[in-house]
């Protein structure tokens, strides 16, 4: 079961970022879909918690170079 997991991060400063951190999350065991908005630091993921919780997607990121942090919105 796949749940849609909302993240920000604050530090998105290029457009390059992107593709980066939606590799690194796509590499994940149970990642479906990631989406990262640079204009809003908006990172959307569909994922299976028991595969990959939302503490390995921010580790993911973080792996990148970046920080994030879950996001009610």
């Not at 909302?6 to 690194?24: F, T």
């Not at 299976?48 to 997607?57: C, G, H, K, T």
């Given at each position: 079961?796949?749940?849609?997991?909302?993240?920000?991060?604050?530090?998105?400063?290029?457009?390059?970022?992107?593709?980066?951190?939606?590799?690194?999350?796509?590499?994940?065991?149970?990642?479906?879909?990631?989406?990262?908005?640079?204009?809003?630091?908006?990172?959307?993921?569909?994922?299976?918690?028991?595969?990959?919780?939302?503490?390995?997607?921010?580790k993911a990121i973080r792996g990148?170079?970046?920080?994030?942090?879950?996001?009610?919105?």
């Amino acid at each position: 079961m796949t749940q849609k997991t909302v993240l920000r991060s604050d530090e998105l400063s290029c457009p390059s970022c992107v593709p980066k951190i939606e590799k690194a999350l796509r590499g994940l065991p149970g990642v479906e879909k990631a989406e990262v908005r640079f204009n809003t630091g908006r990172i959307e993921v569909e994922h299976d918690p028991a595969q990959s919780d939302v503490e390995a997607l921010v580790k993911a990121i973080r792996g990148t170079g970046y920080e994030a942090r879950p996001s009610a919105f």
